[in-house]
């Protein structure tokens, strides 16, 4: 039985539309693509590791097609993100979740809800341009960027007071400490 590789990105977790777009990350100042055939993965491996880690293989192929539309759901949100007032990112959003559709539904706990696509392939896309949409509906103030200059990475804050500045305190905020630290003591 072949061993699943280990997901080499940074900062892992965070929603869906956001760990979308963190498969684009610096390494040793270089920007890292899990869907690059980097890793000694194919792209086709790396989308089968990112649907593992957010918890979509379950309903979702690793395949090229599906990463096709991944890569142009991740191009959308990207743009979307940097500039909420780009009106061709949104137009590129919606063309993405016009493939898919919410259908409610009575179950025994109650109320719920059903993803529904016009093209299965479509599915991992529109569920992270979904998640965007409820990101902005819930709290569009807390989706952020790393504050490090060389960090590409996003994340949702969810600190109770709402100023997380770093993807991590291990990497990023750290360095950033360490940077003011060497700073303070060279200025002596």
């Known amino acids: 039985m072949a061993t699943e590789a280990a997901d080499p990105r940074p900062l892992t977790g965070e929603p869906v539309s956001l760990d979308l777009l963190n498969t684009r990350w610096m390494r040793e100042g270089e920007l890292t693509d899990l869907f690059a055939g980097a890793f000694g993965l194919t792209r086709v491996e790396g989308l089968a590791l990112w649907l593992r880690s957010t918890g979509l293989a379950d309903r979702f192929r690793a395949d090229a097609a599906t990463l096709v539309h991944l890569l142009t759901a991740r191009e959308a949100l990207a743009r979307a993100v940097a500039d ?105």
């Open 84 to 188: 909420p007032a780009d009106e061709s990112a949104r137009a590129l959003i919606d063309a993405v979740l016009e493939h898919g559709r919410v259908r409610v539904t009575l179950t025994a706990e109650g109320p719920g809800e059903r993803s529904e696509f016009d093209d299965p392939t479509w599915g991992p896309a529109w569920t992270a341009a979904r998640d965007y949409l409820e990101l902005l509906g819930t709290a569009p103030e807390r989706i952020r960027r790393c504050a490090s200059e060389t960090c590409v990475l996003h994340f949702h804050d969810t600190s109770r007071n709402g100023t997380r500045r770093w993807c991590s305190m291990s990497a990023c905020g750290n360095r950033a400490k360490a940077s003011r630290h060497y700073a303070r003591t060279r200025v002596r």
